[in-house]
C-alpha cells in the first residue's frame, strides 16, 4: 500500500512558520512529507531541512517525495529526541518546528497497521514498528482498573469503566489478537441508543490505547520546552492538534513559556526570576477552512497552534 496522507492546513501551517529561505527547519512528524514538500520549496541552496519520523513506512515515502532536495535531511527517530538528533547534524538552533500530531491517513486505512476499528485486523497500533509491545499486549495485559484510566482519561469515554469490564470478561475466554474482537466487545458494552447517537463506539476506547501505547501524549508533554529552546529569535514552532488532550498540552506549554513568573498575583514586583521565551502568536487556534474541511472530513477536528521565540528583550 503506497503511503499518503492529506496534509491539514497545509498553506496556514507553512505561512505560520514564516520561512527564511536561508533558515534552518524541522519536521517532527514528517510523515508523507506534505508539509516538507512546501517548507523545501522555499528555502535556498543555503537553508536546511530535517524532517523526522518514527514511522519506517513514512521514512521510505518522505524519502523518495524529498529526493530533489539536496537541503533536507531525513532521520528515523521519534521527535522527543529533536536535539539529540540536531547535535549530531552540528545543529544548535534552528528557525522553525513543526509538528502534525496524531495517526496518518496511510496508518488508518492500512489494515495491517491495526489503528483502525472499521476493518478485522491484527491488533498492533504502534507508531514505531521496532517497538515490541503493541495494542495486543495492552487489551490482554492490562488490569481492568488500568484499562479503565487510559479509556476514561485518553479517550474520554464516559463508559469507561464497562468497557473495562467487558474487556476483561472476554481475555479470559481467549485472548483478544483483532480490532474485530476489540470492537465487538465494546459494542456490547454501550447501550445501543448512545451508538446511534454517538458515532462509531469504539472510536475513543482504539484511541485511548493508541495513545498510551505509543506514549502520544506524554511525549508531546516533555518535548515542547525544550523545542523552544532550540528555536533561534524569531523563530517559530507550529503544532497541529487533532484532539482536545493534545490541544490542551499545547496551549498550557504556549502560555507557560510566553509568561513562567510564579509570584503570587499579590506581588508588586517578580521576585522568581523567570523569564519570558516569547510570545503566543495564536490567542486562538486556527482552524481549517469550510472547503478543507468538505474534501477531508479528518481535518475537522484538527486546530493550530503558533509560538514565536522571543528576541531576548521580551
Do not use: W
Request: glycine content about 8%.
Amino acid at each position: 500500500m503506497e503511503f499518503y496522507h492529506r496534509s491539514v492546513m497545509l498553506e496556514e501551517t507553512v505561512a505560520g512558520l514564516g520561512v527564511k529561505p536561508d533558515g534552518i527547519y524541522v519536521d517532527g512528524t514528517l510523515g508523507g512529507a506534505g508539509h516538507a514538500v512546501k517548507v523545501c520549496e522555499k528555502l535556498s541552496a543555503r537553508g536546511r531541512f530535517i524532517g523526522i519520523d518514527q514511522d519506517q513506512d513514512a521514512i521510505i515515502a518522505a524519502s523518495e517525495r524529498l529526493a530533489a532536495f539536496k537541503q533536507a535531511t531525513i532521520i528515523r527517530s521519534n521527535y522527543c529526541y529533536m536535539g539529540k538528533e540536531l547535535s549530531a547534524l552540528g545543529i544548535q538552533k534552528v528557525d522553525g518546528i513543526l509538528l502534525d500530531l496524531g495517526v496518518s491517513s496511510y496508518q488508518l486505512d492500512n489494515e495491517e497497521r491495526g489503528f483502525t476499528y472499521r476493518v478485522d485486523a491484527p491488533l498492533d497500533m504502534r507508531m514505531d514498528q521496532r517497538q515490541s509491545r503493541t495494542a495486543a499486549d495492552i487489551v490482554n495485559g492490562y488490569e481492568e482498573k488500568e484499562l479503565y484510566r487510559i479509556i476514561r482519561d485518553y479517550g474520554e469515554d464516559k463508559f469507561a469503566k464497562n468497557i473495562a469490564k467487558h474487556i476483561v470478561a472476554a481475555r479470559e475466554k481467549a485472548p483478544v489478537e483483532t480490532t474485530g474482537q476489540l470492537t465487538e466487545i465494546i459494542r456490547q458494552a454501550i447501550p445501543m441508543k448512545m451508538q446511534v447517537k454517538s458515532g462509531h463506539p469504539a472510536k475513543r476506547t482504539f484511541q485511548a490505547i493508541r495513545i498510551e501505547l505509543n506514549r502520544e501524549l506524554e511525549v508531546l508533554r516533555d518535548s515542547l520546552d525544550g523545542m523552544i529552546d532550540l528555536l533561534n529569535p524569531g523563530g517559530r514552532i507550529c503544532v497541529i492538534t487533532f484532539h482536545s488532550l493534545e490541544d490542551r498540552i499545547v496551549k498550557t506549554a504556549f502560555r507557560k513559556n510566553e509568561n513562567p513568573c510564579t509570584c503570587p498575583s499579590d506581588f508588586p514586583v517578580c521576585v522568581c526570576g523567570k523569564q519570558s521565551k516569547g510570545r503566543v502568536v495564536t490567542r486562538k487556534p486556527i482552524l481549517p477552512g469550510e472547503q478543507e474541511t468538505e474534501e477531508n472530513p479528518r481535518s475537522k477536528s484538527a486546530k493550530l497552534r503558533i509560538f514565536q521565540r522571543g528576541d531576548g528583550r521580551d
